[in-house]
């Protein structure tokens, strides 16, 4: 708790007068363009990993980054997501996994998560994705995945969940008059590495791959700036 106290008067004493005026825009309200729903591991930080400053990212996070698919139930993820996108009006949602992920690891193993009731039913949403990595490898029904396919179960868990938010009336609307766009994404912490993928695909690639055109876009609108008039 040290760290923590020494953190906020360190905010608070330089942090916060070198920053005013964008905190006093902040004060106003915020128009976030980008949903960005990943895990609740201590590990991630969506605005270091994106390099966005306070007010451009709209976070959800939960255990193994889940989206339950749209029911009459309202739960913290659904009430998020409506407002996400229909009140602030974002255009893209990232779902974001990672490596390591120890919400996935149970989901390999639910017998290690018998003692957590809530934990359990919450990682009832990784089934798809588990049922798909066991049938791909022929494994015995409820029988234990192996961690050997545990980076196979953290991107085929994105891709599920990328199902899953398609699922929200919201989202789909949006998605259907191509007002919103939906990534996923696993970052690897030990590389800082990310892999991607679209709503449409069943499979990962490199970010400077996936996002080739829009880096040679930006790379050309940087060049125009430095260009001597």
């Known amino acids: 708790m040290e760290r923590v106290i020494r953190g906020v008067m360190h905010f608070r004493q330089d942090v916060y007068p070198q920053n005013k005026d964008l905190f006093g825009t902040l004060a106003e309200g915020q128009h976030p363009n980008v949903l960005f729903i990943t895990c609740s591991d201590s590990r991630i930080d969506p605005n270091m990993l994106t390099g966005s400053a306070p007010g451009r990212l709209f976070i959800c996070r939960n255990a193994g980054n889940i989206i339950p698919p749209h029911s009459n139930e309202t739960g913290g993820m659904t009430a998020s997501i409506e407002y996400a996108v229909a009140v602030l009006g974002v255009r893209h949602i990232i779902i974001c996994g990672h490596t390591d992920c120890g919400a996935v690891k149970g989901a390999l193993d639910m017998a290690s998560v018998e003692g957590l009731p809530h934990v359990k039913e919450w990682l009832s949403h990784t089934r798809s994705a588990m049922e798909i990595v066991r049938e791909r490898h022929q494994l015995p029904a409820g029988h234990r995945i192996d961690d050997c396919h545990l980076d196979e179960a953290i991107e085929e868990n994105v891709l599920q969940q990328v199902q899953h938010i398609k699922t929200h009336p919201i989202v789909a609307a949006k998605l259907a008059t191509q007002k919103i766009q939906l990534h996923g994404w696993v970052y690897h912490i030990d590389s800082g590495e ?3 993928c679209g709503h449409n ?3 990962f690639h490199k970010f ?8 040679q876009q930006l790379a050309q609108e940087d060049a125009a700036q430095q260009a001597p008039e």
């Open 194 to 196: 990310i892999r991607c």
């Open 201 to 203: 695909s069943n499979e």
């Open 208 to 215: 400077d791959e996936y996002y080739a055109e829009a880096l």
